[in-house]
Nanobody, 120 residues
Framework: VQLQASGGGLVQAGGSLRLSCAASGNIFRINNMGWYRQAPGKQRDLVATITRGGITNYQDSVKGRFTISRDGAKNTVYLQMNSLKPEDTAVYFC???????????????WGQGTQVTVSS
């Protein structure tokens, strides 16, 4: 499975961006999809996740500003980011996991990352 992320860029504080991440390849049943971010010199942190059934989870610092959604038919996850702050500046990575048939395991996949820069 390959994940292709897009939508990053440079925006002023208070602005908005929408990230997209499309999965392709040997897709059987994608379960959870999500977004993580990594700022320079820091660890990769969870931003938001969404289950196959649409249950969402957010990092506290983005609640009320970011919205994660997914299109099951397109195997695509989105992250709408509003009221952006300079501290949101990071490389954003999409993530997905799926159950591998007859194996009893779940494989995890990562996209290549897209840069989001918020200027003050």
């Amino acid at each position: 499975v390959q994940l292709q992320a897009s939508g990053g860029g440079l925006v002023q504080a208070g602005g908005s961006l929408r990230l997209s991440c499309a999965a392709s390849g040997n897709i059987f049943r994608i379960n959870n999809m999500g977004w993580y971010r990594q700022a320079p010199g820091k660890q990769r942190d969870l931003v938001a996740t969404i289950t196959r059934g649409g249950i969402t989870n957010y990092q506290d610092s983005v609640k009320g500003r970011f919205t994660i959604s997914r299109d099951g038919a397109k195997n695509t996850v989105y992250l709408q980011m509003n009221s952006l702050k300079p501290e949101d500046t990071a490389v954003y990575f999409c993530n997905a996991d799926q159950s591998v048939p007859l194996s009893g395991r779940s494989d995890v996949y990562w996209g290549q990352g897209t840069q989001v820069t918020v200027s003050s």
